[in-house]
């Protein structure tokens, strides 16, 4: 994990660029929708003139060691062309004109996550036209065999105790002390605190302006060790499990789709976190092309499916 800086500021000079940041009370003035870099500036100018310096977490990843599955959910419109990889994956450059929580204007990024049900709370919580009629394709991902990775878990104490994820985020702050051992442990809990302050930002619904130039600054980072994924907390799960945001280049270069899923989301429980789905078809990519079958076919394929999903969702499908 390279997390060195040059210098390091103490624990009094990073508390008090804190408590300075925490008194901005419009973000959105910082904005800069036609001018992204000049967005991405500002910021970078002002955390750096509050903390002194802004942290960049990277871990490489050994091949085939990072084992999880990728979920992406996204709903169904008339223009889409459902045998196409593409419709699942991340969205054109030419349409990403805001900012959302993990990425500036005209710098997409493959938001998914962890399991389904992260992904379907993330997205129908966030739709004002979900009904349950509503039509939702689910894909699932996978990372290419052999494939070097490197990854942002940007977890520090944002997640939730009981999450198995805290295990990574109490890893990163061992990790991060190691690697910092040379500095005094004043200035060592001064950059912890400034890593648990930016990780908190991801857990506010106001806070896109400023999460979105952390995540920014870490996966568009100008040099060949910026990582492929950086991993943020799930608010839709009340930080119990995580979501990604995934540099293109990677999904082209590291990624693989293996099937989506055509679903309705029938019963949505928000106090719960708990969903029923009815799931019409399933598609498998079977080298570039997306086969579309029922779940339910009295076939052997149809009927491996069928406990796939029941695993997956942890439910009986209608």
Known sequence: MKVVPPILPSLETVREGINELLLVENWDSFKAKRNPIKYQERLHKLFTSKLKIMPLIVQPVTPNTFNFKFYRLRRYDRTMNERLISEYSYPPNSVIKYVQRANIPYHPVFYCSDSPLTAIFETVYADPKHTKDSIYYLSEWALRKDVDLRISPFLF?????????????????????????????????????????????FVFTNTYVVTSFIAHSNLYADHIYRPDIFIYPSVKTDRKTVNFAIHPNSVNEKLILERVFKLRVTELNKETNACNVFISHVGLNINGTIGWIRPNDDTEQGRKIDEDIKILFGQKIE
Do not use: C, H, T
């Open 157 to 201: 104490n944002s997640i939730d105790p009981v999450s198995p994820f805290r295990i990574m985020a109490d890893w990163n702050i061992e990790k991060v002390k190691e690697q910092l051992k040379e500095y005094s442990e004043n200035q060592v809990n001064g950059y912890l605190e400034i890593l648990n302050f930016l990780s908190q930002l």
